[in-house]
């Protein structure tokens, strides 16, 4: 304390306590957890969705069974280790007169404890 006993400006003015930076960092942890987690499915995803596209250009127009275009896309996907995906994931119609190829799959990804991401994926190709 001063002379006139208050304190000084100095000894009010504090930076953030322990308490608070550790929240800070768990929560950043806790944030470092979840895009580990998930950015490599979404990167996965990105990667089905193209090799999708280049089956059904390797195909060209000729009318595909479901198995054939199935056989096709496994080995690209084995190629790139995509193992979340089998063939009853795989859809092939042909709708006024043009083949429409569609993948649509789910991924879980243990997150913690007994928490887990389930997550739902999309593409379709004419």
């Not at 504090?14 to 960092?25: E, P």
């Not at 063939?87 to 190829?101: F, M």
């Amino acid at each position: 304390m001063n002379e006139s006993g208050s304190r000084s400006s100095l000894n009010v003015q504090r930076g953030a306590g322990l308490f608070t930076v550790l929240i800070f960092l768990s929560l950043l942890g806790l944030a470092a957890l979840t895009a580990l987690k998930l950015v490599p499915v979404y990167l996965e995803y990105g990667v089905v969705k193209k090799e999708l596209q280049t089956v059904v250009e390797e195909l060209g127009n000729k009318k595909s069974s479901s198995r054939e275009v199935w056989r096709n896309l496994s080995k690209r996907l084995n190629v790139n280790n995509i193992s979340d995906i089998s063939e009853q994931d795989l859809t092939v119609e042909n709708v006024d007169g043009e083949r429409r190829i569609a993948i649509e799959y789910e991924v879980v990804r243990p997150f913690l404890g007994n928490v887990d991401f389930l997550l739902t994926f999309k593409a379709e190709v004419e």
